[in-house]
């Protein structure tokens, strides 16, 4: 093998078979389901063992998170929901009308993350009002429950349309 033909193995852009594709789709669910609100998970655990000063630093840091999500869902929710439904299709249009196998891929990844924002900014404005440690903690687990309920369907799906995609391509390619 010379050095352009292991570059191009690594940089392929037949998405679902290669390990980046992968390797990628479980960092960002991992990292999905740890940033709850934009705060970091491990804070409700300490809020609950420790209490006092964690519950406090989990109070404070959801509070500056749900102000900044819901402001920028108030001066610019509808440009970036437009932004949004713009890329959406126009890379839904690419991978499933076009077969554009790299752009299915985005859109396999893509759109479960509007869902993961959704649920995030109807949490944030639930977490308007000021909520006891034991409701926000509760809250904010159920949040964390929902985006990994997203995370295990969308991960299913995009791996039985990568093996779809992979024994199509390996029969009649």
């Known amino acids: 093998m010379d050095l352009f033909s292991i570059i191009f193995e690594l940089i392929d852009l037949r998405s679902f078979s290669n390990l980046w594709y992968w390797i990628a789709l479980a960092v960002l669910w991992s990292s999905a389901s ?10 409700v655990g300490r809020a609950a063992k420790h209490g ?10 959801v509070r500056i998170q749900v102000n900044r999500l819901i402001y920028i869902s108030d001066v ?27 752009a299915q891929a985005v859109v ?4 479960p993350m509007y869902i993961v924002g959704f649920i995030n900014l109807r949490t944030a404005r639930a977490l308007r009002a000021p909520h006891d ?21 969308s991960i ?8 779809y995609q992979n024994l199509t391509i390996g029969v009649l390619g």
């Open 133 to 153: 440690d034991e409701a926000l903690r509760k809250r904010l687990t159920h949040t964390r429950i929902m985006i990994q309920l997203v995370g295990v369907a």
């Open 76 to 102: 610019s929710g509808f440009i970036l929901t437009a932004f949004a439904f713009f890329a959406v299709t126009t890379l839904l249009m690419l991978g499933f009308v076009y077969h554009v196998e790299f």
């Open 156 to 163: 299913f799906v995009t791996a039985l349309w990568g093996m």
């Open 52 to 61: 006092g000063e964690a519950a406090q630093d989990l109070q404070d840091a």
């Open 108 to 111: 396999l990844m893509l759109l």
């Open 34 to 43: 740890h940033w709850v609100l934009g705060v970091p998970f491990d804070m």
